[in-house]
T-cell receptor
């Protein structure tokens, strides 16, 4: 099955700096890669996603890049703000027989933005 | 947008009892729902895929008899934790896929989660 690895587990940045979180996946059949933000005790919220036919996607201060050959994708947050502090999860999903629309999550990155 | 309602938000039960958690899609029909488990400061672990009108598909290592899943309608899936023990204490969260997303594979809508504490 799919195996998603995420790094770093914790990330502390100064307000205004950029933050980068990286994930790798193992199943070449995976073709959809969402990123979720989860605040303590709350449900994960989709913040951005990318499909395998696209190499990069940007939404204001958030961007995601995908390298299909290397099987890794990254989340980039620019001009970080204290409210960006949360746990971020990457996920991989596919349309293959074994992983059809199943989400496999990375281990999470706790981002702390210091004011 | 799509809304998934999950109840209860928290529950405390005695060891040996069973607990039922409901997940409802409020404004769309969900042919497929997913149940996850999340331990403190850990990631979401997929437990099972709930398919409307058929048996759930469990991930490796998840006990079918322990975690009973029923998806009897297009808007409701339930997870019953049977004979709960303290080690079952966790955050359980469901997600649902809009019927129209079958081909697009878009992200799912998550329920608000249920914090189960077994004492």
């Amino acid at each position: 099955g799919e195996n998603v690895e995420q790094h770093p587990s914790t990330l502390s940045v100064q307000e205004g700096d950029s933050a980068v979180i990286k994930c790798t996946y193992s199943d070449s059949a995976s073709n959809y890669f969402p990123w979720y933000k989860q605040e303590l005790g709350k449900r994960p919220q989709l913040i951005i996603d990318i499909r395998s036919n696209v190499g990069e996607k940007k939404d204001q201060r958030i961007a995601v890049t995908l390298n299909k050959t290397a099987k890794h994708f990254s989340l980039h947050i620019t001009e970080t703000q204290p409210e960006d502090s949360a746990v971020y999860f990457c996920a991989a999903s596919g349309t293959g027989l074994d992983n059809f629309n199943k989400f496999y999550f990375g281990s999470g990155t706790k981002l702390n933005v210091k004011p | 947008g799509a809304v998934v309602s999950q109840h209860p938000s928290w529950v405390i039960c005695k060891s040996g009892t069973s607990v039922k958690i409901e997940c409802r899609s409020l404004d769309f029909q969900a042919t497929t729902m997913f149940w996850y488990r999340q331990f403190p400061k850990q990631s979401l672990m997929l437990m099972a895929t709930s398919n409307e009108g058929s048996k759930a598909t469990y991930e490796q290592g998840v006990e079918k008899d322990k975690f009973l899943i029923n998806h009897a309608s297009l808007t409701l899936s339930t997870l019953t934790v049977t004979s709960a023990h303290p080690e079952d204490s966790s955050f359980y969260i469901c997600s649902a896929r809009d019927r129209g997303d079958r081909e697009r594979g878009y992200g799912y809508t998550f329920g608000s989660g249920t914090r189960l504490t077994v004492v």
